[in-house]
Nanobody
Framework: VQLQASGGGLVQAGGSLRLSCAAS????????MEWHRQAPGKQRELVAA???????NYADSVKGRFTISRDFAKNTVYLQMNSLKPEDTAVYYC?????????????WGQGTQVTVSS
């Protein structure tokens, strides 16, 4: 199973970006899909998550600005980021809990850089 993230880049404060992450491989089904981020010198943190039923949750720091969604047919998760702030600058990682050969396993994407300039 591979997760391929894309959509990062450089944006000015107040701008928007949309991240995508597509899962591929020997997938039976996917449980949660998540976005995490890690800023320089800080621990990786959960930004947003979406369950197999579509239930979402967000870190307090991004509520009202970020929206997570998923396309079940494409095994893809998205993160729409609006009203970006310099403190959103980080490497963003997608993660998924995937049923493979009867066992749920966690997988991570390679990370995509998001830089917000002031």
């Amino acid at each position: 199973v591979q997760l391929q993230a894309s959509g990062g880049g450089l944006v000015q404060a107040g701008g928007s970006l949309r991240l995508s992450c597509a899962a591929s491989g020997n997938i039976f089904s996917i449980n949660n899909m998540e976005w995490h981020r890690q800023a320089p010198g800080k621990q990786r943190e959960l930004v947003a998550a979406i369950s197999s039923s579509g239930r979402t949750n967000y870190a307090d720091s991004v509520k009202g600005r970020f929206t997570i969604s998923r396309d079940f047919a494409k095994n893809t998760v998205y993160l729409q980021m609006n009203s970006l702030k310099p403190e959103d600058t980080a490497v963003y990682y997608c993660a998924a809990n995937v049923w493979v050969a009867g066992t749920p396993r966690n997988y991570w994407g390679q990370g995509t850089q998001v830089t917000v300039s002031s």
